[in-house]
């Protein structure tokens, strides 16, 4: 985004307050700095130069970019991008959080953000190539079971990193460089297939045939393959499903097709207004602070006692909300219906 796009970005935001009240950030902190039309603010303020880089991207660092600011903002704000601009800039003047800085640099070596070797199958006669982003494959187990169960063919990707990290920190420039060097591994006549929505998305925006794992399942499934599953569990809908893919629909379809299940959701934080889990895809996992344990509580605090069980289709929000709810991953009900 240019410095003309940052000042129309501060132009059109009427300072309503509406992203307010939906923003986990604020809702934790109660501080309006923290809020996204504060940020908006701040970008101005270094755009003109009253602040310093370091000053005017703190409160950006805390976004977890779940976006929930700009569905519900009257003006259209874009205000992610705004945040990925207050990144950029600090990253310019060597302002970063550590551990960030040494995925940066993994990923400029062609590694995984967590310094691991990439792995790619090479098979070509499958039907599909289950892509596990940054995750370890054994973490997608229960999908590669249920994958068997179905008869789909499939060939591994793991430990390529989709770049969703470099996005969110606003290096476009080695984002592109990334996907030149990772996705040049990838087999272009195949369709991909990932169970995290932030790498459905980064492959989406690539021009990769991709599905995420909710809407593969659905399309796979048959219903007299399905038994009943009598269980009550509440959805925790992913922020980059609902407001990056725009797939809530996808998930809530899969749900629907298991026989048995009551589904509920708690209102009001479901659906377009989903309440972020704080784990910010993975990569915010890795914020200094309080700050996404904090709003897991509060996600905690909405879903606990709406049912016995939570269930998620990412594997991010699985891993951080299981620290302190049960969560069910959506392909351990697909595999209890197969059963």
């Known amino acids: 985004m240019s410095d003309d796009e940052i000042l129309h970005q501060y132009l059109t935001c009427t300072m309503c307050g509406f992203c307010r009240p939906v923003c986990p950030v604020y809702r934790v902190f109660e501080n309006e700095t923290c809020t996204p039309r504060a940020i908006v603010g701040l970008a101005y303020g270094l755009l003109r130069g009253e602040l310093d880089v370091a000053q005017a991207s703190a409160t950006a660092r805390l976004s977890v970019s779940c976006r929930a600011c700009e569905v519900k903002c009257p003006s259209g704000v874009e ?38 070797q990439p792995r790619v199958e090479q098979q070509e006669d499958v039907e599909v190539v289950l892509f596990t ?77 991709v599905a995420w794992l909710p809407r593969f399942l659905s399309e796979k499934l048959k219903p007299h393959q399905l038994k009943p599953v009598d269980q009550r569990v509440v959805v925790h809908e992913p922020c980059f499903g609902l407001r990056y893919l725009n797939a809530g629909e996808d998930l809530d379809a899969l749900l629907r097709q298991i026989p048995g299940l009551t589904v509920v959701k708690p209102e009001p934080w479901c659906g377009a207004m989903s309440f972020c889990c704080g784990a910010g895809c993975g990569w915010e996992l890795r914020q200094e602070g309080d700050g996404p344990k904090l709003i897991r509580r509060e996600r905690v605090n909405q879903l606990r006692g709406a049912a016995e069980k939570v269930v998620t289709a990412c594997p991010h929000c699985y891993r951080w909300l299981s620290e302190e709810v049960p969560v069910l991953r959506i392909e351990e009900l697909v595999r209890m219906a197969l059963a």
């Open 133 to 209: 982003g940054c995750c370890e494959r054994t973490e997608y187990a229960v999908v590669e079971e249920v994958f068997k169960q179905l008869g789909v063919s499939y060939s591994v990707v793991e430990q390529l990193c989709c770049g969703l990290p470099l996005l969110l920190e606003g290096l476009e420039d080695l984002l592109q460089e990334h996907r030149q060097r990772a996705f040049s591994k990838l087999p272009r006549e195949k369709r991909l297939v990932t169970a995290c929505p932030g790498c459905a998305y980064m492959l989406k925006e690539a021009d990769l045939e």
């Open 79 to 116: 205000i992610l991008k705004v945040i990925r601009w207050l990144r950029r800039s600090a990253w310019r003047q060597g302002i970063g959080p550590e551990k960030k800085r040494s995925a940066v640099e993994y990923l400029k070596k062609g590694l995984s953000i967590n310094g691991k």
